[in-house]
């Protein structure tokens, strides 16, 4: 089975995910600039969510690009990625809506986190399919933004009760050091 | 005609039904744990619907594989099973908004049965225009599964007034047994 | 400049407006079969604007198949065709919503008609674009279907303000003379 | 890597961006007349959108057809865009439901500035990974629209505080001077 429907597939429902999440930011009662202030922390996790999902497809994108075969394990892992993808938008709404609340920024902790766990099984099943040596698991080597990212959501999950803030720092830490593109993918490929 | 335009306006379909079934959870009022307490049954009825969709993708993916010509009565049979399955939001968040109360439950289970009959009526008109010895003829045998499932929903439909929780339990059955992967097109290919 | 891009938009575009249509079925408030009463003629406006696309699409596909080189002309008779199907889902929405209403009726009439004048104008910009002896000039020879198609929205939208049945008769009559694929393109394009 | 998918995944969001701004056409509540009245200025901003998002669409084809290489610079200048070209809808209906009330027009032009800067920096990256001899930048040339157009957008901000209307009209000329195709790549690329 090729892998360029996956792709298709994969690419429709992170495109659907990114833009839906725009109806979140719900058009203002009211012509006058004080209508604007209740979407202003919706824009904002708005913005964060779109560079999540933003990282989510560019890496995607190289990852997929290492696969030669499609197996029903990467199928279902990849389902399972977007399952906890198609999740962004309503949690992005709710801790928007909240004013980035404790109870709803944990939740878009555990998104984030399970997400991350998501793609890490994804990853793990085209290795297992591919073998050890294979060019994915040389690509990402000892992967230590793939385990630093869910440790960091970990840490935010308890802290949101704490400090809604550090907990949102984190998120948006943890953003900043997956926006550098994962080069070694590309690097490898090339060689 | 070619199939790579079939493909491409399911795929894209499937992609946004799965997609806005995540629409009918509702960003909740409120940033208590209190307003995730509705959310529940709906999160509940989401996991199961995006099961059945990812299990109507991959399946119709290896359908599709099997077809080389694509005839008006192929795009019309696969027209009528995605109207079927674009049903599938708002059954969901029917049965998830009344914490899966029989008439609900039994809506759902219509759904299912129509979709499945679709599904059926689609592998029926792909075969009548290949040939009983057809490759995906061969493939199917005798289509256990395919014949047992709308049985079940059948069934599920008049127990869903009875005791609502053992037709939803029907209905979860049915795509565990779907869950493994349909491996015998994936084998005669391979042959 | 490629026609896959414009295929590909198109088939989003489609695939869109047929999915979202079926967020206008809301789901109903309350678990009761009486709570479905209300769905009824909003399902039936759905059906036949499901249908409607089926056709626009199943169609569309043909006659880009004829296309080799896309112009600037057709880019834009393209979203012209798209502008007017999007005004099916609100237009599908509001005859369902007031079961077959007079206005809501001739309403849905004019986007009809104007779909179909959109349609013809792309048409005519693909046969002005190829010379009077390309293929689609001859697969579409005198174009009952095209011709009677407008004429027939024409009839009915002030006749949706005598009787809204009849014009919705009208409409579902032209559907059907629709479903019957087109296969003057496909008889040509295997001669 | 390639550029198919990145074309795919633009080409999801656009289509998406340019139907769901149709949901902003909320269904009427009444089936008389009156009850379109609010709708017209409603209709008239989704007119002007769809042309935009259109005319972005062509643009964006155009441009990406000089591409051979996608960077990691590239790819995130293209999200860059999209975030701004998904800002539209929210945009569109909320200077629409005002009756294109000051505030909500200059909003509008805000986007439109932004939108319109976001693809000048994809346009400059593109160039920078391609080197100044490279087919954009000599099919560009002195890029009068590409300059005058964000000059128009600035200057219509602050107007729309004096006359709504005369700063819509600018957005209007601005999308007129774009209709016509550019043809400048696809001459340079038939050379």
């Known amino acids: 089975m090729g892998k360029s429907r996956l792709e298709a597939f994969s690419?429709?429902?992170l495109a659907i995910i990114i833009t839906i999440m725009?109806?979140?930011?719900?058009?203002?009662?009211?012509a006058e600039a004080t209508a604007l202030v209740p979407l202003l922390p919706v824009f904002l996790s708005y913005v964060l969510s779109f560079?999540?999902?933003g990282i989510y497809w560019n890496n995607h994108h190289h990852m997929l690009h290492t696969v030669r075969k499609v197996s029903g394990g990467i199928l279902w892992a990849n389902l399972h990625l977007l399952f906890w993808l198609s999740l962004f938008p309503v949690s992005t709404g709710w801790m928007g809506e909240n004013q980035f609340a404790p109870l709803p920024?944990?939740?878009?902790?555990?998104?984030?986190l399970m997400a991350a766990i998501a793609y890490w099984l994804l990853q793990r099943t085209i290795i297992a399919s591919q073998g050890v040596d294979s060019l994915l698991a040389r690509a990402i080597g000892k992967?230590?933004?793939?385990k630093l990212s869910p440790l960091c959501y970990a840490l935010a999950i308890p802290l949101a009760f704490l400090s809604p803030w550090l907990a949102n720092l984190l998120y948006v830490l943890v953003a900043l050091i997956w926006l550098v593109p994962?080069?070694?993918?590309?690097?490898?490929?090339?060689?």
Not at 105 to 112: I, K
Not at 143 to 146: H, I, N, T
């Open 11 to 13: 690419d429709g429902v």
């Open 22 to 30: 725009v109806l979140e930011l719900k058009v203002p009662h009211g």
């Open 51 to 53: 560079v999540y999902i």
């Open 105 to 112: 920024t944990a939740f878009y902790g555990v998104v984030l």
């Open 143 to 146: 992967d230590v933004k793939g």
């Open 182 to 191: 994962d080069r070694r993918i590309e690097r490898l490929l090339t060689d």
